[in-house]
């Protein structure tokens, strides 16, 4: 399989609830292109200092296409812990970080810190890719973030996508409002983001929603 065409959709918003969107997006317009692609979905820790910098700070480094995956995520680490000591405001900041590629043939790498999600929905399934990283027992406290150690622990999975597949990005804001299967159900009729995003934001979530949708397509 190759000569794959991407078309994704993206959309994120502040939400009725929070003064500030803190989540941010890779790339922030909807588009399409042949592969390769990446894509990437940050949530800013909420209630924090500066979590709408650090969220932009991850999110702009994908723009350096050369580098892996994994050294954008270690580069960002690197430039929040270092914002934060040059601004006193700014101690706290952190963000959560999912990052993909998608070369010629499908073959999909992701890379993955805190716990935003990625899923992957085939004709018949949907399968979560990413672990989140919470303290047990507790749903909303991360084991690690961007900013919040220097060396973190980054999940790297590598999955081979078919043509047909979609490919999901979100935030908490998004995943929290809806089940697994809503998500399945949805993506298999071919919403886009701004659809999944706009039916989240029906609930009066008290989060920002975010989500990034990616359809692989052949030539």
């Given at each position: 399989m190759n000569n794959l065409k991407i078309i994704w959709s993206v959309r994120t918003e502040c939400g009725p609830e929070r003064e500030k969107n803190e989540d941010a997006i890779y790339p922030n317009k909807s588009g399409n292109k042949m592969a390769p692609f990446r894509a990437a979905i940050c949530d800013g820790l909420g209630g924090h200092a500066k979590g709408e910098v650090a969220s932009k700070i991850a999110a702009d480094s994908m723009s350096n296409e050369e580098d892996s995956l994994l050294k954008i995520i270690e580069d960002a680490n690197y430039k929040i812990n270092n914002y934060q000591e040059k601004n006193i405001e700014a101690k706290g900041m952190g963000t959560t970080m999912t990052a993909l590629s998608i070369n010629e043939n499908g073959l999909m790498e992701v890379a993955h810190v805190g716990d935003s999600r990625c899923y992957v929905?085939?004709?018949?399934?949907?399968?979560?890719?990413?672990?989140?990283?919470?303290?047990?027992?507790?749903?909303?406290?991360?084991?690690?973030?961007?900013?919040?150690?220097?060396?973190?622990?980054?999940?790297?999975?590598?999955?081979?996508?078919?043509?047909?597949?979609?490919?999901f990005l979100c935030t908490d804001g998004l995943y929290n409002e809806f089940g697994e299967e809503y998500f399945k159900k949805r993506l298999q009729e071919g919403v886009s983001a701004n659809t999944l995003v706009g039916e989240a934001l029906l609930q009066k979530p008290k989060d920002n929603v975010s989500a990034i949708v990616i359809n692989v397509m052949s030539k």
């Open positions: 929905v085939s004709e018949r399934n949907i399968i979560k890719i990413t672990e989140d990283q919470i303290v047990p027992g507790y749903k909303n406290v991360l084991k690690q973030a961007l900013g919040t150690k220097e060396k973190l622990e980054i999940q790297k999975i590598d999955f081979q996508l078919n043509e047909g597949d979609v490919v």
